[in-house]
């Protein structure tokens, strides 16, 4: 039975639905309608912008959709096995201040009649959009379910992908000198590297630069930045654009630099580099805002919406998660306990995955839950923002026992990754007593990073001998 089917059927059995019910079965109505077309939208490379803006419309809509649907049902579910209150706070997800849901049943009314109506004006303004689709070349020639395709592919950054893209392709105008420069800034982990390597992936960036060359933060000496040719690599060479000679540079700064080192830089840049060329450079820190010929594009981690529809994805796979309303409603729980965080994702969805039963996902958000407390305690910060600032980080799996994570690094594809897994140290599996190193987690899409630090598990009673 598809779906759609299998949705009508499980209404049909409900003897007295309330209104709240019949307007959840009208949302979840619209999202699959929503999700059809946003897929099949997904499969075309379109290059009109207006509708590239619609699409984004109505996946921030769907992603808003779901999230309420979801809450709503998770809300809903009374099992005494499982305390699906959800005792993690929003602030960090939701800048606006704006709460999702309350005790108050006209508010949760609210909620469920305003993205009903903005999803149906939103499916009557895009009519035609799926008139024109048809127009447009298909990227992918086979069929793919939408599980796979999160997991290969950059998720929620298509206005910032669209960003980047016209940086690049402006053409010049008469007159112009010097090389353009696009400051690109955000927290660590937060897909700097992971969106720029995404974007010059693209056929469209390939034909138009001769080249494109990295400097990584290895290979950044703030004494002497003055050369482009010395730590350079060269990540695409277009033999077939001889006579262009605009090159794409992208340099990946991993602390400050001073304003005099990058005038250097960007003095010899002009000498070096083709009319036309590009430079893109990332970093966590605002001040390179100011290096900018152009206005900086400033990553944030995924709103609540959109995280949650990328972490269920992830987590359920092909799976229907209605099917398994208490592992829906602690994988809800787990998604809010991440802190947005796009690797720390994609691991737990890996564990919960790999342990497909209420025991091991109880369990595992039992202990998220004790560890962000004791963190915030000792340290006054959520844990996985402690690992984003490359400070050390506890993982405690019971009273007298404990991990320690620290010395976080990103290797590329050349290197080797160590073979033990977080999985490993999770499942309590390795009996270490030294330092080890850890392959957190490897990225299925470019550049194919491997993320490692080090570990070192200890006990209780041997921190008491050391005092």
Known sequence: MGELGFLVGKYSKTTTPTTEDKRIHNLERLLLRVRVIIEEAERQLITNKAMVHQLNLLRKEMYTGYFIMDNLRCQGIEDKGHDVSHSFSLSKFNPS??????????????????????????????????????????????????????????FGRQMEMDRIMDFLMQKEQSGTEGVHVLPIIGPAFVGKSTLVAYVCNDARVRNCFSQIMVINEDDINNQNLVDLKEGVTIVHQNTTLVENERVLVVIEFSRDVDELSWKNLYSSSSVYLGRGSRMI????????????????????????????YFFKILTFGSTYSNDHPRLESMAMEIARGLNGSFMCANVTSSFLRNNFNSQFWLMYLAQLKENIKRSI??????????????????????????????KYRTCHTKEKAPRITLEDVVSRRLKYEEEFEVLQWKSQIQPYSSYIFSCLIQRAHDTKKEH
């Open 377 to 406: 305690s000792s340290f006054g910060e959520h844990p996985f923002d402690l690992m984003h600032k490359n400070k050390p980080m506890t993982w405690h799996f019971s009273d007298d026992e404990f991990v320690v994570y620290d």
């Open 281 to 308: 450079i990332t970093s966590r820190s605002n001040k390179v805002m100011k290096f900018g010929t152009t206005q900086a594009l400033v990553l944030n981690f995924l709103p609540l919406e959109a995280y949650w």
């Open 97 to 154: 201040k704006r709460l999702f849901f309350s005790n108050v049943d006209t508010d949760r009314e609210k909620d469920l009649q305003q993205v009903i109506g903005n999803l149906n004006n939103l499916i009557q303004d895009v009519n035609e959009l799926i008139v024109f689709l048809k127009n447009y070349p298909p990227m992918y020639r086979q069929p793919y379910s939408m599980h796979l395709f999160v997991g290969m592919c950059m």
